[in-house]
Structure formats: C-alpha cells, structure tokens
C-alpha cells in the first residue's frame, strides 16, 4: 500500500514537473500558483497574466504598460484593446497602490464599478466573497457548457458562442433568484455578456469556429493558459472590434432566447 501510494505521488510528480510540461509553455512563462500574498482579480484572463508571468506574478503595482505588453504578448491583442478599460479603472478611483497610475489586481474586485453581479465563476458581493473562484457557481456554469461531456463528434469537445450565450444568460436568472440585491446595474448588463464575449474571443480556435472546452477548464478553473491543451495566440491580433462583434453575436443569441 505504502509503495502503491508512493508510485502514485511520484508518477503525478513526474507528470507536473517532467520535460512535456514545462516545453509547450513559452520559456520564462510557466504556470505557477499564486502565493498567499499575491494579488489577484475576479477577471481569470488577467490572473492567468499574472500566473505565467507576463504580468508581475504578485499582481500588484500593474500601469497600462504592462497590460498592452502582457495582453499582446500573450494572446495576439493589439496592445492599446484594454486601454479604455485600464482607463476606466483609474477614473473609478479603484486603485489602492497609492499611485494613480497603477492598480493591484485586486483592487478591479471593488463592487459595480468593473466586477459585477451574476459572473460566472465567482459569487455575488452579498455573499461576501466576488474576487475568489467560487467552485459551486462554476458547477453550475460548468455543467450548462457541458464542460464533463466528450465525445466523437467535434461539437461535443467545444463551446458554441450559442451554448456560452445561453449559459451566461442562465446564470443571471440563477443570480437574481438566489442573491436579494442583484445589482442590475448598466455595468452588470453590459458585463455579464461582455465578459462571455471576452473569454469566447481569448481562446477562439479559429479552425472549430468554437472554444475547446479544455481550453476553457484550465482558463477559469486554474488560470492557466492552455499550453498543454493546444492553445496558442492566434496568427492576426485580436481587438476591440474583434470582441464588439464576439459581444452582438452573444447578445444576438440572448435576444432570441428570451
Ligand atoms: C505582502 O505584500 C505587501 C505589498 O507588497 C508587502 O508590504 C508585505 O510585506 C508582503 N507580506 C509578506 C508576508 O510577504
Ligand atoms: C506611478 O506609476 C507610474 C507608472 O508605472 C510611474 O511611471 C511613476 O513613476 C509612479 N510614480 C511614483 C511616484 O512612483
Ligand atoms: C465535472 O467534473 C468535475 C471533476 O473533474 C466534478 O467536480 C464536477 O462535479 C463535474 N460536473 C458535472 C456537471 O458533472
Ligand atoms: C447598484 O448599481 C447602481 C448603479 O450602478 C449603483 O449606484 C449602486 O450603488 C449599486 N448598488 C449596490 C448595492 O451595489
């Protein structure tokens, strides 16, 4: 027993630390797991920035260079996408850094001004937690992506932005139900399809016209960018207008829905 046990833990070592692993990720940008101490936010794009080192791994004291540098670098954004939103969360006042110009990651967690109720991974505020990954919120995302179900048929082992719109939608309904003071602020209506847009065109697997749903396991469940999955950034840069279009196609499928 004792010796099966050991096999088992050095075979799981040898798979996480072995040459396959650290290989199919960008030298310098391995996955590491934040620290205790480190600064992360409800957005899982940016805390996986900040697992791969693209941007400081402590998450803190973060200025709009190092998002256009890390997004580009990264996932093929042109550099200025996010500067709005930087922007946004500098005029927001958010930043607790004690400069203007820069944010810890966690600062974008401070309620209905970024982050909102009804996301899919985290809780709402009234729940006391909305930064964290919630894993009993994702179960239920989780199981409307079909993220468990493979099979032979191609469609089985993606998400359609149709499947990701309905999804989304589902969870604000859930949201509403369980939280007394859903916030259905401007923020929250534009975010809640926004953010699916967000992620739908991250991981767009231009091929599939569809995201890998191991993609999109590793990406929220472990801010990992899926390197060992297949992923890679895209040939042609994505930007704000890729993800404007991404976001009337969600919106497009909610319309219908309801
Ligand atoms: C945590 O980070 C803050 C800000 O950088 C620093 O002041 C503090 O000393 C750190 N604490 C530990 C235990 O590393
Ligand atoms: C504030 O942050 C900006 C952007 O990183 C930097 O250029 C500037 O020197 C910082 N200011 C201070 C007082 O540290
Ligand atoms: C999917 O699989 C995970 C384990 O990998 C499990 O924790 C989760 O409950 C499953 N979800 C559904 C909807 O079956
Ligand atoms: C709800 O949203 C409105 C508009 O954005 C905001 O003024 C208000 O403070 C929010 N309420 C709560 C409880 O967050």
């Not at 998450?59 to 996408?81: K, L, Q, W």
């Amino acid at each position: 027993m004792k010796i099966n046990l050991f096999l088992v833990a050095s075979t799981a070592g040898v798979v996480l630390a072995g040459p396959k692993w650290p290989s199919l990720e960008p030298k310098g940008h391995h996955w590491l797991a934040p620290g205790p101490n480190d600064s992360r936010s409800p957005c899982p794009g940016l805390n996986a920035l900040a697992n791969h080192g693209y941007l400081p791994r402590n998450g803190r004291e973060i200025d709009i260079n190092a998002i256009r540098t890390a997004v580009s670098v990264a996932y093929n954004y042109a550099p200025a996408t996010f500067d709005d939103a930087f922007k946004e969360a500098v005029d927001f006042k958010l930043t607790t850094t004690g400069n203007a110009s820069t944010i810890h990651l966690a600062d974008l967690a401070k309620h209905d001004n970024i982050e909102f109720d009804g996301s899919l991974s985290r809780n709402d505020i009234f729940f006391g937690d909305n930064n964290h990954f919630d894993a009993k919120i994702w179960a239920m995302t989780s199981a409307r992506l079909k993220l468990n179900d493979s099979g032979p048929e191609k469609l089985e082992n993606y998400v359609t932005v149709e499947v990701a719109a309905k999804a989304q939608a589902a969870r604000v309904v859930d949201a509403k139900k369980a939280n007394p003071s859903f916030n259905a602020s401007a923020n929250q209506m534009r975010g809640g399809p926004g953010t699916t847009a967000l992620y739908l065109t991250t991981l767009w697997d231009d091929k599939a016209g569809a995201v890998p749903k191991s993609w999109i396991r590793a990406w929220f469940e472990c801010g990992r960018i899926p390197y060992h999955e297949g992923y890679q950034p895209p040939a042609t840069p994505l930007t704000g207008e890729t993800i404007r279009n991404m976001f009337k196609q969600v919106a497009s499928f909610q319309a219908k829905a309801t």
